[in-house]
């Protein structure tokens, strides 16, 4: 048995945990905040590697994420989803993106004005506030606990894993660490379940997922922005590009918005061993495309 702390409550610290136990590992959870307050609780969470670099150990991270989110939705586990996705890009490719051999059979088509390309694959969703809940049951010791330094978990453990997220700016001395802001308008769902995304509008990037009883309307990406201020006009605009994107959303009743701060990292994100400490932040807005990915990574750093 390995004594081990994780420090964070999100999304990458929940399936390290989860990993660290399934390995043997006694493991407790230092979070600041429960994952309901988590930056992860407010996010579209549909796998795909927004933002990230074509980086072979992402694309590992990736495909393993995706091939476990097709298990847990073949064993039914809660909040957890397939959905067909069309990615409409307005610049032609000739060839597949780099991302595409961990999304099993991705298909690349032509699309209407102003679109060059679409792109159809299916891709797992997470209805973020039950899955959280389904991690957190399965993890044996949570503590709800803030701390000023690392140090304070080495003391206590043989093995810590620094999944903190934005916090990570502070407690590693890490410039590279910044806010990017996100902003998503929640709606009824009218019965859609395909997701779409068109990154490039010159608008404002725009997506529409849609879960079970909502759906998620997106977005902003605002790099380096760390307020969290609700901005009506923000989500008018959103609204107003998704149902120009989706025109049955047209009506759909809002249900509210969220905003929240995404942990990127200048560089991409930092999933390395130093001395007894595993480092695991960064992921900007790809934390739940990766995360099961970084959990593997992060106990076979921790355990060997």
Known sequence: ????????????????????????????????????????????????????GADPRVLRWAADTYAEFR???????????????????????????????????????????????????????AEMPVYLGWLRKKIKNIERRRVASLGE???????????????????????????????????????????VRDEDNPAGVTYVHPRREDVVLGGSFDDGRGDTDPDPEEAAGIVERATA?????????????????????TGGARVEREGNIIHAYGHGGAGMTLSWGCAEEVARLALG
């Not at 390995?2 to 420090?7: A, G």
């Not at 610290?13 to 407010?42: F, H, I, K, N, Y």
């Not at 989706?246 to 759909?252: C, E, I, Q, S």
Request: contains cysteine; aromatic residues 4%; glycine residues 8%.
């Open 153 to 195: 978990a080495t003391a206590e453990a043989s093995i810590v894993v620094n999944a903190t997220g934005l916090a990570a700016a502070r407690l590693c001395d890490d410039a590279r660490v910044h806010p990017v802001r996100g902003h998503v308008v929640i709606v009824e769902n009218p019965g859609l379940d395909e997701s």
């Open 1 to 52: 048995m390995t004594d081990v702390i994780v420090l964070g409550g999100g999304v990458i610290g929940l399936t390290a945990a989860v990993r660290l136990q399934e390995r043997g590992a006694d493991v407790t959870v230092w979070a600041a905040d429960e994952p309901a307050e988590t930056v992860s609780s407010m996010a579209a969470a549909v796998w795909y590697p927004t933002r990230t």
């Open 71 to 125: 298990r847990q939705i073949d064993e039914g586990v809660p909040g957890v989803l397939l959905r067909r996705t069309r990615m409409l890009l307005r610049h032609p490719i000739a060839e597949l993106p780099w991302w595409a051999p961990a999304a099993g059979h991705v298909e690349l088509r032509g699309a209407p004005d102003p679109y060059a390309n679409a792109l159809i694959f299916d891709a797992p969703l």
């Open 245 to 265: 994107l989706v025109p049955r959303l047209r009506g759909a009743k809002i249900l509210g918005d969220r905003i929240g701060l995404r942990p990127a990292r």
